[in-house]
């Protein structure tokens, strides 16, 4: 089994801009795409996470690393994963590649808040935790000592 969740967008028209890239604000998109599928793979639905238990998964810090140009109905493979998770932050990182040559077309990264539904931090509820297994400490220092890109 993978450790990364993968799915696929196709651009649209509209997400390019006046070149015919794709425009940079839609990988952010993308990146919630490929959140939402993690979930599903993994084996609930973010939705009802909001819905039955007022936990949300709140965008605390976000980049992106560009690579090379998308455009026009490019297909592009996203990939997920998990890269840290504590009692009330989950760190995830995200390839985009273009599904015909395989190249990476972007990299990137968000770190999230475990909040309730008035914004106000809390910790994973407990039948979440399976899903998220907490990072060792040695291991979140160590990634802290990495660069950030290559």
Not at 107 to 136: A, N
Request: hydrophobic share 35%; net charge positive.
């Amino acid at each position: 089994m993978n450790d990364f969740a993968e799915t696929t967008v196709r651009v649209r028209y509209a997400e390019t801009d006046q070149m015919g890239v794709v425009y940079h604000g839609n990988f952010f998109i993308w990146f919630e795409v490929g959140r939402v599928e993690l979930c599903r793979q993994l084996g609930f639905e973010y939705k009802r996470m909001e819905i039955e238990d007022d936990s949300y998964i709140v965008v605390a810090q976000a980049q992106c690393r560009y690579k090379r140009p998308a455009h026009f109905d490019d297909v592009l493979t996203i990939r997920t994963r998990v890269t840290q998770s504590q009692r009330r932050t989950i760190r995830f990182g995200y390839e985009i590649l273009d599904h015909k040559t395989g190249q990476t077309v972007a990299t990137g990264e968000t770190f999230h808040v475990i909040c309730d539904g008035r914004g106000r931090p809390k910790s994973l509820p407990e039948k979440y935790r399976k899903y998220f297994p907490p990072t060792p400490l040695k291991e979140i220092a160590r990634a802290a000592a990495r660069p950030v890109h290559s």
